[in-house]
């Protein structure tokens, strides 16, 4: 049994819903991320096929079964897809260090309709990324916006973007729909990251620590109160913007984050700053 | 082979008025002098659409202003306000 410390809270899960990402710098430690390289380096990679519960997905062992099996991270994949979640796929991506070029921007899969559930991949990055590595771009925010694969590579560039640089052991956890590429790695040194993608196989309702979900998360309340700046706050959370985003389409997305929220929380009339409640007045 | 070759600048911007604020960008360079690729800035070359053309950016063509499909209203997908430019270059100009 889990112990619930592992899990993820409620501002984390708001945070994921609104950005599409999480992530835990320095999550592993050296030792663990020394033993992950090397055995990756001895050819330890292999899995089951797509499919297989994450449980019984690496019969032979393996640094991915060690990293998928530590508490701090099961606690973040169980708070997300529930516990034994069903493997999609995994990748070891690795670039040499002399790339003359960046991958175009991209949601994995195919165009992916659905809203109120969600895979989640996991980034593993055993090495410490410096600029010069250049660590995998990706777009917080872009998660909920339905396009297809690489349809979005012509945004050569959007506000906001974040180019992981990061310390050895940190993990990413995104969203099945965040935008992202590869960078340029033209540091002359190897970079390896490792990608898993599950599937949840149980509703993805209150998996994680519920313990600070309050009714102040759930009750609808104005949405321009100038003191209401907490940047804390689960609704204000929830009706965060992007630098990328357009004018109006903000107020879509949070719509859409709401959606989300009401799944998650198991309450249909859950809101924030009263924007599903307003368009659901019907009398 | 003629000498003028295109640069074209890919604005998207956050409303569908060309002096709203640029939130993402693409530049290809048919002068082959500079190279871009994705991931390559994280600040946009003009911060308006109108700042492109003031820079000398001919506008050739604006996103249309579509309504939503009835059902479709709250589909987000791909960046509404998008603004093509173009310059010609001169190639042989700048040859010595």
């Known amino acids: 049994m889990l112990d619930k410390s592992n899990l993820l809270d409620t501002r984390q899960i708001a945070t994921f819903i609104a950005r599409g990402v999480l992530r835990f710098d320095g999550l592993m430690d050296d030792a663990f991320n020394q033993a992950f390289l090397e055995g990756y380096a001895a050819g330890r990679t292999e899995s089951n096929p797509a499919g297989t519960p994450l449980s019984r997905c690496f019969p032979g062992g393996g640094p991915a079964r060690e990293l998928l099996g530590m508490p701090r991270v099961l606690g973040i994949i169980q708070s997300l897809v529930g516990p034994d979640p069903r493997f999609d796929h995994q990748a070891y991506h690795v670039r040499e260090g002399s790339d003359e070029r960046s991958q175009h921007l991209h949601q994995d899969a195919t165009i992916d309709p659905r809203r109120q559930h969600f895979d989640i991949q996991l980034m593993y990055f055993p090495q410490a990324v410096t600029p010069e590595m250049g660590g995998t771009r990706y777009v917080p925010g872009t998660h909920l916006r339905i396009v297809s694969e690489t349809s979005v590579a012509r945004y050569q560039n959007m506000r906001g973007q974040v180019h992981v640089v990061c310390p050895a052991g940190t993990v990413i956890v995104v969203h099945h729909g965040i935008w992202h590429g590869a960078g340029c790695n033209r540091s002359g040194k190897r970079r390896v990251m490792y990608k898993v993608r599950l599937n949840p196989v149980v509703r993805q309702c209150r998996l994680w620590n519920t313990d600070d979900l309050d009714a102040r998360a759930l009750t609808p309340r104005v949405a321009h109160n100038p003191k209401d700046r907490d940047e804390t706050d689960v609704q204000n959370i929830l009706c965060s913007s992007e630098p990328w985003f357009e004018d109006d389409t903000r107020r879509i997305e949070w719509v859409n984050r709401i959606q989300l929220w009401r799944v998650m929380v198991g309450n249909p009339t859950a809101d924030a700053h009263y924007w599903a409640t307003r368009l659901e007045n019907q009398p | ?96």
Request: charged share 25%; net charge negative; glycine share 6%.
């Open chain 2, 1 to 96: 082979m003629a000498r003028w070759r295109q640069q074209v600048l890919i604005l998207y911007l956050s409303n569908s008025c060309l002096d709203s604020r640029v939130v993402s960008w693409a530049v290809y360079d048919g002068t082959g002098r500079e190279a871009h690729m994705p991931g390559d800035s994280d600040q946009p070359p003009y911060e308006t659409g109108l700042a492109a053309l003031k820079d000398g950016w001919r506008l050739l063509q604006l996103s249309q202003l579509l309504p939503a499909s009835a059902g479709q209203e709250f589909v987000v997908s791909y960046q509404r306000y998008e603004c093509v430019f173009e310059k010609l270059e001169d190639t042989d100009a700048r040859q010595v």
